[in-house]
């Protein structure tokens, strides 16, 4: 069956430091991932999206990378704040156009 | 980027009512509209995908009855919640998808039936 797995566990980082989160998946064969962030009682903010033909991209502090070979996303912001405290998604589009969430990671910025 | 409004942001009802939520799409034309629902500490889990001017496609699992969907414009969808009971209190959040394949999302709707 398909899965998309991130780590449940919150991740505690020091304001400063860089945040690496990661996204694996099974049975998928995605021509493209999203990374969204997630604030409490709030709808996803849509972040990155790259294609399956694209190794990394990089916008403002934030940077993804998408080896198709390990199935995996890595997901990284640099220079983090307290500001970047939050749940990020990662999404795969499946047949029909439809998005499916991984179990996001919460993230929290110690000052 | 692109904003997704939702209506209302929060609702409660008394079981066995129905509630409408809307979903408009406010700087960009989107053919394809989704509907989700999330639960406490939960991910996002898709409902339907709701095409202008056709009918709705629902996800396995999910009442086509009980959930109506109407995509009467490029810019506006509705969720409509038929005969509510607590069991339906979630958090609904609607998004559009545009011609580069992102899809931007409503700030959401919280119902709580009664």
């Known amino acids: 069956s398909q899965k998309i797995e991130q780590n449940s566990e919150a991740l505690n980082i020091q304001e400063g430091k860089t945040a690496t989160l990661t996204c694996n998946y099974t049975?998928?064969?995605?021509?493209?991932l999203q990374w969204y962030r997630q604030d409490p009682g709030r709808g996803p903010v849509f972040l990155l999206l790259?294609?399956?033909?694209?190794k990394e991209k990089r916008k403002e502090r934030l940077k993804v990378t998408f080896d198709t070979t390990l199935k995996q996303s890595l997901f990284h912001i640099t220079a983090s704040q307290p500001a970047d405290s939050a749940t990020y998604l990662c999404?795969?589009?499946?047949?029909?156009?439809?998005?499916?969430f991984g179990g996001g990671t919460r993230v929290l910025v110690k000052p | 980027g692109a904003v997704v409004s939702q209506h209302p942001s929060r609702v409660i009802c008394k079981s066995g009512t129905s509630v409408k939520i809307e979903c408009r799409s406010l700087?960009?034309?989107?053919?394809?509209m989704f509907w989700y629902r999330q639960f406490p500490k939960q991910s996002l889990m898709l409902m339907a995908t709701?095409?202008?001017?056709?009918?709705?496609?629902?996800e396995q699992g999910v009442e086509k009855d009980k959930f109506l969907i109407n995509h009467a414009s490029l810019t506006l969808s509705t969720l409509t919640v038929t005969s509510a009971h607590p069991e339906d209190s979630s958090f609904y959040i609607c998004?559009?998808?545009?011609?580069?394949?992102?899809?931007?999302f409503g700030p959401g709707t919280r119902l709580t039936v009664l």
């Open positions: 998004s559009a998808r545009s011609n580069y394949n992102e899809q931007f």
């Open positions: 700087d960009f034309q989107a053919t394809t």
């Open positions: 790259i294609r399956e033909n694209e």
């Open positions: 999404a795969l589009e499946a047949a029909g156009n439809k998005l499916t």
């Open positions: 709701s095409n202008e001017g056709s009918k709705a496609t629902y």
């Open positions: 049975n998928y064969s995605p021509a493209y």
